[in-house]
């Protein structure tokens, strides 16, 4: 398993969608990272653009398992000890781990905390430690106003005014935390790639420098400076009990009885211009498994045949302390 970087400046901002009525709608919220599945339709995006005749090989990469891939979530690096602190989104049964007799402060501490440390993972659950005050908050939410022409009223040229929700990075400030800068980062792992398609993968990824992620670059959105290959994500350690790190569609009931906790988003449902997508339940991150064996599909949301829009249901998964397995 291998991470990929994405550096990014202060202030910079991302528009993560969220399933809503409409375009207008969905642009009011946004999620608090970019989903596994909204990654996929990125790099797909940029093949589709940049190299079309390869498409369907690069597809059938995450089809066939060769190459699996994390949301994208943050890191934080420490300037001065050259360290990178990954944060991972919480196991989704956490509140339900914390002891009925404890204070409610505690339970409240548990319910507000959305990221927690490779080190938590790989312990007993404790909520006293849940939250890692050492660590400043990676990023900040915000909400601006623009105007545009709406597409679907092509008779009337009233220009509407509409609201953005965005994840903003935040300039780390004080004694404490200016030390650090905020990233994103996602895993991958890949299975027996040859050459040419290990090129393939690193020419979708890269090309996010040029195309952005999280938004259009020509409304100030989705800007990122570097794409950071082959960084070091050390974790050796062993267990029976996993985590998923993105979005899970199962392929079957038994593909769905490998997960013992898991929480379900809603996803797809988005208007184009000319069709509604189909929408679809799919299992969150932090959901816990008993097998790192889970196979998951790629579905089509689309009901065009000439304009495609598939979903990732193949998550990527982690292996963490059996407690969580067996709460």
Known sequence: MKAIILKVRPNSRFHFGKTALDNEVGLSDTSDWMHSDSLFAALVQNIAKYAPEEIENFIQLF????????????????????????????????????????????????????FVSLKFLQKNFDADTIENKDLPKPFEKGTTI??????????????????????????????????????????????????????????????????????????????????????????????????????????SLDDLKKFNYYDTIKRGGRQRKFDYLKSIQMISEGAILNTSDFKGQVVELSKDDNAPSKRLGICLTLPIHENYGNS
């Open 63 to 114: 089809e066939k398992h060769k190459i699996k891939i994390s949301s994208l979530f943050y890191c934080l690096k420490n300037i001065e000890k050259n360290e990178i602190h990954y944060l991972l989104p919480k196991p989704i049964h956490a509140s339900n781990l914390v002891n009925e007799k404890s204070d409610s402060h505690i339970i409240k501490k548990v319910k507000r905390t959305k």
């Open 146 to 251: 623009q105007v545009k022409q709406r597409f679907f009223d092509s008779e009337d040229d009233k220009k509407d005014p509409y609201s953005i929700s965005f994840i903003q990075i935040p300039k780390h400030t004080g004694k404490k935390h200016a030390k650090f800068e905020t990233h994103f980062y996602f895993l991958y792992d890949e299975n027996s790639l040859t050459e040419k398609e290990k090129n393939l993968f690193k020419f979708a990824v890269d090309l996010i420098r040029f195309e952005g992620l999280g938004g259009r670059k020509s409304s100030g959105f989705g800007f990122v400076e570097e794409v950071c290959f082959n960084t070091d994500f050390n974790y050796s350690f062993k267990s029976d009990t996993y985590m998923s790190l993105g979005l899970s569609i199962p392929e």
